[in-house]
Nanobody, 119 residues
Framework: QVQLVESGGGLVQPGGSLRLSCTAS????????MAWYRQPPGKERELVAS???????NYADSLKGRFTISRDNAKNAVYLQMNSLKPEDTAVYYC?????????????WGQGTQVTVSA
């Protein structure tokens, strides 16, 4: 069973930075995608950024230039560096991993970490 554990959320002032971390326990396959999603209050969950085992990244258009996703394959970890934070970035941020093994696709979610951007 795969478990994803996020950390690094909290309260930050507008213009500040935060770095989220997520570590996966258990096997997540030799080729996988790890991603960050977020769910603002009263809104649906949305993709923030994703990164493959090989390092290919994909970002939500509105977040390019402020957020950076990275990973450490040896640690099964993914990170999200968030800079120039705005109040509208307030959300619960979720870590996600997806991989296919023996023709079956597996998707796992973390429990979420709250990020609040407020003065």
């Amino acid at each position: 069973q795969v478990q994803l554990v996020e950390s690094g959320g909290g309260l930050v002032q507008p213009g500040g930075s935060l770095r989220l971390s997520c570590t996966a326990s258990g096997s997540i396959g030799s080729a996988n995608t790890m991603a960050w999603y977020r769910q603002p209050p009263g809104k649906e969950r949305e993709l923030v950024a994703s990164i493959t085992t090989g390092g290919s990244t994909n970002y939500a258009d509105s977040l390019k230039g402020r957020f950076t996703i990275s990973r450490d394959n040896a640690k099964n970890a993914v990170y999200l560096q968030m800079n120039s934070l705005k109040p509208e970035d307030t959300a619960v941020y979720y870590c996600n991993t997806k991989y296919t093994q023996f023709f079956r696709t597996y998707v796992y979610w973390g429990q979420g970490t709250q990020v609040t951007v407020s003065a």
